[in-house]
């Protein structure tokens, strides 16, 4: 993870400190002072650097890069968010003297209040990644979903589904396995008709799965549990050869196999109800072919489906319904995960929301619909405002007009 962009991390931790240093430390500390200033960043600098050398994503014990993020949230960010701040509030100040200067109304320098504003956020910043690591990730809701259509067959009026998407089991070992526990649990108890999973099931590499398959196996539903590959499912964030990846991505197919699971690998099934049918498809994970893999096959996951046939698409990445299902025009349905809604927003908001994609929620074109899911996990253990969850989705026919 830190090998991608390990400058982007030196910049953000020397900086906000080399900023300091100029500006106020070494006008009025002592180098020894000094130089006890700038040890933390000097230490995460190190740290960064050990980091960079790891061959995998993330380190095979996935504590030492959690303690990593704690410390770059609770020192670097808070730090680089004051120094923005006091940047900000220079530039203001400094304005405002020449405009008042120019007019003749003051002569002193304005007061730097980004100084201030910088303060007061940095317990702010520090509550959000205690509460986000210790507490939010833990959490978990059961969002309530209906989706009409005048073209679900009559016999799966009020049909039951439950999704729920990016597990990274990984991220549930020892103390935390509860969580994952508790999550099989609670989509048991609310008996769906057929249980879905979206993709992400491993953090890296299909180990992740060992200590979990028992719970994992434990899902039932009437009609069975569907389930699709994500980008973390096909051994892309390990340091292998071209053959051991495939070997770990058979494995991975194998052990979701193994726990009971139909895997849809650009796929389909049909799930008959008295005389009447409806698909549910699988197509694998479709990304931009750069950072995410690109291997969904429109045409090979839907071969022989008509399209009168009421569809459900299951894709892990849901740039891929603008891409290929959308123009492909057979399902109805598509339900996604991947986004995790950047396991953080602020009053219903997300940064992710910028990028003008499809991140989280509904999103319809014409008689296609398309739902995001918020997912249940996350490869790092933190979660802020978008809280882990399980949908239920209720299909309802509705009236022609």
Known sequence: MIARAPYLFFLLILLPVLYLDLRY??????????????????????????????????????????IY????????????????????????????????????????RARNYGNLLGLLSVPIIVYIL??????????????????????????????????FSDAHVGS?????QWILQRAVDSINALRPDMIVFTGDLQNTQPSDLYPHQDILAQLKAKDGVYSVLGNHDYAEYVALDDAGKVANCRETVSLERQMGWTLLCNDHRRIELGKQHIVIAGMENDGDGKRFPQKGNIRKTLKDVGKDEFTIMLEHDPSAWRRKIIPDG??????????????????GWSPLQLTGREVN??????????FVTAGLGGLIPFRFGATGEIVVLTLKRQAKD
Request: hydrophobic share 40%.
């Open 25 to 66: 430390w070494r006008h009025r500390y002592s180098c020894g002072r000094r130089l006890l200033c700038w040890l933390p960043s000097i230490c995460m600098t190190g740290y960064t650097i050990v980091l960079m050398n790891e061959k995998n994503f993330i380190p095979d014990n996935p504590t030492i890069l959690y």
């Open 330 to 347: 057979r399902a109805q349905l598509t339900l996604s995960g991947h986004t995790h809604n950047a396991q953080f927003a602020i009053f």
């Open 172 to 176: 549930y070992n020892g103390s935390r």
């Open 361 to 370: 929620g509904w999103y319809e074109e014409g008689r296609q619909s398309l």
């Open 130 to 163: 205690l509460y986000g690591a210790f507490v939010g990730f833990s959490k978990l809701e059961v969002n309530h979903q209906t989706y009409h259509s005048a073209e679900l067959p009559e016999a799966f009026d009020g049909y039951r589904i439950v999704l």
């Open 69 to 108: 993020l704690l410390l770059l949230g609770g020192i670097v960010i808070p730090m680089a968010v004051y120094v923005l701040c006091s940047l900000s509030g220079l530039a203001c100040s400094r304005l405002t003297h020449r405009l008042l200067h120019r007019n003749g109304q003051e002569k002193r």
